[in-house]
């Protein structure tokens, strides 16, 4: 009997240890569990500090940006308000266009309103110049020049002008020949007059008869400059023309 009660008490014994050890395996996995949300708050939180962070430097990156790229704009566009420098003294490109007004502000204001005068008279009587004429202009003084042993870059060089400068003026020229030349005429009698009038001039003989063409020319380029003077001082009278600066 007492080796029985022994047995017994061995048994009951045992029955705690198994619930120690079951216990201890399910405190383990609370720990695990309780670390890994652990761990995920810590990384939410360290995502939410950088994006707070990010979104409280948004402001001076931009600023930082936008300052670079005026910089770079200002370097690359420097000649718009720089044209030169004189001993690393910059010289304004606002300084150069006063001294050029004082020098001939009036004469190009003048020049810029009669241009725009012949523009809208032209616009007004549905006038226009085709680039074709405008070529066809281009190859008679390209010619011309070429007899005199010139090309149109080098005399473009000397007088400060650019091709598509010089197609500009022959445009205007051709819309005011268009509006005012087609009144003028010149007869037979107008050639005879000059001949008879300038008949010493020709060297001994040469045949007038052939320099009839050029001579009636030459009248009706001169006539046409009267009549396109007198047409502009009568466009720039009909005008309303305000003048805010004076030269």
């Known amino acids: 009997m007492p080796t029985k009660k022994k047995t017994t008490t061995t048994r009951k014994s045992a029955t705690p240890a198994r619930s120690v050890r079951s216990t201890k395996t399910v405190s383990a996995e609370e720990i695990v569990e309780k670390k890994s949300e652990s761990s995920q708050a810590s990384t939410a939180a360290r995502s939410q500090n950088f994006a707070q962070s990010v979104k409280e430097n948004k402001l001076p990156v931009a600023l930082l940006i936008g300052a670079l790229l005026i910089g770079g704009l200002l370097y690359y566009f420097r000649s718009l308000f720089v044209v030169a420098t004189v001993n690393g003294e910059p010289i304004s490109r606002i300084s150069m266009v006063q001294e050029l007004e004082k020098q001939g502000g009036k004469q190009a204001l003048n020049s810029i309103v009669t241009k725009t005068l012949v523009q809208q008279e032209a616009r007004k009587q549905n006038v226009t110049v085709s680039q074709d ?115």
């Open 133 to 247: 004429e405008i070529n066809a202009e281009l190859k008679k003084i390209e010619d011309n020049l070429k007899k005199q042993g010139q090309n149109l870059e080098q005399v473009l060089q000397i007088q400060g002008l650019t091709k598509s400068g010089l197609e500009e003026q022959i445009r205007l020229q051709k819309l005011v020949e268009k509006m005012v030349g087609k009144e003028v005429k010149i007869t037979d009698k107008e050639i005879d007059d000059y001949i008879e009038k300038n008949k010493a001039s020709y060297p001994e003989g040469t045949d007038l008869k052939k320099e009839r063409p050029t001579i009636s020319e030459q009248l009706k380029q001169q006539k046409l400059s009267e009549k396109i003077q007198s047409w502009l001082e009568k466009l720039q009278k009909d005008a309303k023309i305000d003048y805010l600066v004076n030269y």
